[in-house]
């Protein structure tokens, strides 16, 4: 596509519940990272891939946090039994490779209640 | 490790000059700079590679001291729109031909505000 679609934009849970967060990069681009940011806050690396396998996934916070990637496309980001800590924006983004700028997406608003 | 960004923020009037600066602790593959304005996604701006190669925008220019691991962003004859919160994001030299094989860890981010 033309640019890094997330989806959802925005998602509200209960604490103790899943969710699954949705990015789907520039066609050919075979670097993915993911991001968060808390409000007024800079950026938290979680997760980067290349192709799909995940040489640097250091920034995951806990074992509550997993990610996939198929096909060299699209990813998912899962945090299980989700906190009120976990609210933030989720930002993916993608690169043609390790030596190229960073597309971001626009983010997953993540609210946990 | 955080790399550390200074100064923490600065307003300047339009057609005014800053510079903004980066610094690592970590011998450094790659220096990224990035614009965020408030409610959007961060807008990459300029690459800097160990080597001296750099890719970015015309209007934006920025250094890359390698012996130093920092890098200085200059913004010139500033404009409203460059207001924003700037990013520096860096990536580990790792010694050998895996540079660059961990994601960018930013700074904690430059808020610049223009004043007409």
């Known amino acids: 596509g033309a640019g890094v679609s997330q989806s959802p934009s925005n998602k509200v849970t209960e604490k103790g519940k899943d969710v699954e967060l949705r990015c789907d990069p520039i066609?050919?681009?075979?670097?993915l990272y993911w991001y968060r940011q808390s409000l007024g806050q800079g950026l938290e690396f979680l997760i980067y891939f290349q192709g799909n396998s995940a040489p640097d996934k250091s920034g995951l916070p806990s074992d509550r946090f997993s990610a996939e990637r198929t096909g060299g496309s699209v990813s998912t980001l899962t945090i299980q039994r989700t906190q009120q800590e976990d609210s933030a924006v989720y930002l993916c983004?993608?690169?043609?490779?390790?030596?190229?700028?960073?597309?971001f997406g626009s983010g997953t608003r993540l609210t946990v209640v | 490790q955080q790399p550390v960004q200074s100064p923490q923020a600065v307003i300047l009037r339009e057609g005014e000059d800053a510079v903004i600066n980066c610094s690592s602790s970590k011998a450094l593959y790659s220096v990224h700079w990035y614009r965020q304005k408030h409610g959007e996604a961060p807008v990459f701006l300029m690459i800097?590679?160990?080597?001296?190669e750099q890719k970015g925008h015309e209007k934006i220019s920025a250094s890359f001291n390698e012996k130093k691991q920092q890098s200085s962003l200059y913004l010139t004859a500033s404009q409203l729109s460059y207001s924003g919160t700037y990013f520096c994001g860096t990536q580990t030299d790792f010694g050998y031909s895996g540079g660059g094989a961990d994601g960018l860890t930013f700074g904690k981010g430059t808020h610049l505000i223009i004043q007409p």
């Open positions: 800097l590679l160990k080597g001296g």
């Open positions: 066609s050919g681009h075979t670097a």
């Open positions: 983004a993608s690169s043609r490779d390790r030596a190229d700028g960073y597309t």
